[in-house]
Each structure stands twice: as C-alpha cells, then as structure tokens.
C-alpha cells in the first residue's frame, strides 16, 4: 500500500508479540489498546492490558485495522478495510450494518484446534469412564463401583464440523481406534482420520449409529436448533453428546430431558443455551452432564495464543503487500471461504 496503516490491536499480547506484529508491517502505525471494561483472568500468562491506554471510540474511528474483538455496536459506521477476529466464531460481526460490505473480515481458524480437540478428548474420556459420576461420590467419601464403562476403541465418533477444531478432534480419536465419521456442508477430499465422511443433509440417518456426537460447528442459521429434540431423539440409546461449537446449536430442554431419561449416557458442553448458564438451571444440577464455561479455547492454553498472534501477523504481512488473506470469511454463509 502507498500510505501509512493504521492498526489498533485489542489482542492480549507479550511484548514479544507487539514486536512480532510491528515486523509484520514495518511502515503501520501501531496502537494498542485495552477494550473497555476488560477485566483479564490473573491465571492467564499475559497481563499487559492492565498497562494499555483504555480503548477510545477515536481510535476505532482512527484505525484501517482491527485486530481482535470488539462489540457491534463499536464497529457500526466505521471505514475499516479489515477486522481480524482473535476468536474462531464471528457470528456479532456478520449482521447488516455492523460492518461495510467491503470490509475485510477474518477469522482465527488454525490456533484453536490444539487447544479444543484436547479439551473434547478429556471430555469424552471422562464420560466414557463415568469419572464425573466417581467425582461426585469423592465429595460424598462414597468407596464403590460406578458399573460399566465404555471406551473410545471402537466406538462410532460422528464429528459435525470438520474444520480445524474438528479435525484435530477426529484425529485423536482414530488414533485411539475410533471409527470417525466426518460430517460437512459440501463434498470435498477425505481426510485421513476420516473413515467416512457424509453431508449435512444426512445426519438424520447417521445419529442412530453413532456411540459419539461431536459439535464443532460455528453458529450461524443454517446451524441454530440444528440438534432439536427430534434429531437427540435420533440419536443412539445411550451415546454422548459433546458440543464446542454453539450453545443455539442443541436443543437445551431437549437434552436436559435426554440425560434425566437415560436415553444420553452423558454431555460435554463447553457452550450452552443460555449463555452463561444461570445458577438455577437444571443443567447443573444433571450428574452426566460435565460443563464448563466456555474456556475450552481462549488463551489458558498458551501455545494458542502464540499460534494466533504467528498467524495474525503473517495476515498482516499478506495484507500490506495485498495479497489474499488466510481465513477470510464469505459473509453470506458465515464460514471461511474454501481456499483461504
């Protein structure tokens, strides 16, 4: 480009981050900022936003640029050429009139994969096993069998989303002798791990023979109430149920009557519908339902956040030479366009 770039960043970043950016686009103009209201979790091994100027509306007005998330409301009506989310989902930023049509929009596919698959895997293991059900009893001081197990040899795994969350989960799981059927929108090449893999349309007969169902899928229209009652009904007499994508993807009742009924072995939710999820629901209270609240990705993991700050400064670096970004998102479907 022939003029200087103006890039606000609302990342958390280490100071070996802010360098690796800043060499991204040597001729930008930098300024880095912390959201308002950001309150950042003191476990986590990052702390410079407590150190940053506060986020002003002038510096978004001021920016080219947008690295990392910030609300709707904060977007609408600005000129920015390009927002790269820090999160995988981008569903805030898709609705008319938050962001112009020319607007570049990129997301932060590739850095959660690691991170979410492991956090599926520990999940499912702990269901398979009835650990949270000997948790519960540890509490108690209660010494004695649980009953049978199951494990993941074997067993029919249907991964719904086979993107980079989903793949990196497939992967594990036939590496652990799992049959992994792969669902997607559209047909491409079979990856490896996949021992099948079907389309969307055809999940209707693919849930009753899956002792495993995995949601990586974002939330978009297309998805919202995908998993309703009459699909978890569908499902296999007995099998789990493990959802990172979006709380509005399942049915929350319906699963709730599943896992009282017995007809769901057990549920790994790291999103749920409503979110948060309010102390009263009976969710909670669900002894094979294992929850947790959205922190499957993030950056507790810091290998995460230095994959996504490498690839957001590589975009960066294709950006200023113009050059066709990683991860560019086709705003009429809500997914990365194929070949980015």
């Not at 476990?43 to 509306?57: A, E, M, S």
């Not at 709730?256 to 017995?262: K, M, V």
Request: hydrophobic share 40%; proline share 6%.
């Amino acid at each position: 480009m022939n003029r200087t770039i103006h890039i606000l960043s609302v990342i958390p970043l280490e100071e070996k981050h802010k360098k690796l950016l800043e060499a991204a686009a040597p001729e930008g103009e930098f300024r880095f900022r912390a959201p308002v209201g950001e309150a950042l979790d003191p476990r986590l091994p990052f702390h410079d936003l407590i150190d940053r100027p506060v986020l002003t509306q002038e510096d978004v007005e001021w920016a080219d640029v947008l690295l990392g998330n910030l609300s709707p409301q904060m977007l609408s009506g600005t000129e920015l050429l390009w927002v790269q989310t820090g999160s995988a989902g981008v569903e805030p930023y898709l609705k008319p009139g938050v962001l112009r049509e020319q607007t570049l929009l990129t997301n932060a596919t590739g850095a959660y994969g690691l991170a979410i698959a492991e956090h599926m895997l520990g999940m499912l293991l702990e269901l398979l096993k009835k650990l949270e059900l000997y948790r519960d009893a540890q509490q108690n001081g209660s010494w004695g069998s649980q009953g049978a197990v199951k494990s993941l040899f074997g067993a029919a795994v249907l991964v719904l989303g086979m993107g980079d969350i989903g793949g990196e989960f497939g992967w594990r799981c036939k590496a652990l002798g799992a049959k992994v059927i792969g669902v997607r929108r559209a047909n491409r090449e079979k990856p490896d791990y996949a021992d099948q893999v079907c389309l969307l349309e055809e999940l209707n007969g693919l849930l009753p023979q899956a002792d495993v169902v995995a949601v990586t899928l974002p939330g978009t229209e297309a998805t919202k109430g995908l998993l309703n009652r009459e699909r978890i009904a569908r499902m296999k007499d007995g099998a789990v149920l493990l959802n990172v994508g979006r709380g509005s993807i399942v049915d929350t009742e319906a699963l709730c009557d599943a896992l009282e009924s017995g007809k769901l072995s057990g549920a790994g939710l790291d999103v749920t519908d409503p979110e948060p999820l309010p102390p009263e629901h009976r969710l909670w209270k669900l002894p094979t339902a294992v929850i947790t609240p959205h922190v499957s990705g993030f950056y507790h993991l810091k290998e995460t956040h230095d994959r996504n700050v490498g690839n957001i400064a590589e975009n960066i670096g294709h950006f200023c030479k113009e050059d066709p970004l990683k991860n560019q998102i086709d705003f009429s479907t809500g997914y990365k366009r194929t070949g980015t």
